[in-house]
């Protein structure tokens, strides 16, 4: 049989504690981070806390009538979703994985489930790649400029804006890139185990995972540097304003004994 997989990243972050006690389909399994529904025979939706939404063999109008409930809990949703497509072909010979395409002996739902996480996790890591790049950029440019000029192109309250914005970015990355470690039920079943090790090597996770990791520690190098020019001007600033009042004062006393 040939069913698809379709996963879309919407948000930023969805509210599944919340999700959970508003929907009640049959929940098949649950955790903080991650809740996933059988809604119809041979019809299952998997939504992570870290705002992506997968669909297993449903079609158009319910994926976007639950995407529509859905983004009524989500944070900083999306007005255009990156979106990732896989086919799967249960009660095969033998597990079979290719581009875009795996094979399964039977239909066991925790392998259907595997699939639906490691593609998740594939248009999950799309997204931080993205804004990894654009904050790399970004960072980039300044660097450059600091390089050319001998200083930054922004100061003061600019700065310390885009040092916060730049910092919420990438520690919100790093807190999600965690759940992309193998879940528990891979560690106790063979089968399990060497599927998703399989998938993960098929969709390159593990190093499209190292890769942010390398641009999120290039782009901390650079904002404590940011920060520490920051922190440098700030205290030049204050070492010429000691200076100016030392020097008012010396002409104070100076002009009290013209005047005597």
Known sequence: MQQQVISYQIADNIDVKTFKNVFKAELYHSDPSELFYKIDTDQYVYV????????????????????????????????????????IKTNGNENKIAYKYIEIIGSDIEVLRLIMLNVSQSVALDYYSEETTKLLEETNFHTQILATKGRLGIRGLRLKKYIGTSLLLKNRIAENLYIFDSPPETWEDENLNKIDLDLKRMFDLQERSRNIHDGLNIIKDNLELFRALLQSRHSNILEWIVIILILVEVLNLFVEKLLH
Do not use: A, R
Request: proline residues 5%; hydrophobic residues 35%; contains cysteine.
């Open 48 to 87: 992570f806390k870290y705002g992506v939404v997968c669909f297993l063999n449903c079609d158009p109008i319910k994926i976007s009538e639950f995407l529509l409930l859905v983004s009524n809990y989500c944070k900083n949703p999306f007005s255009d979703s990156l979106s990732e497509e896989y086919q």
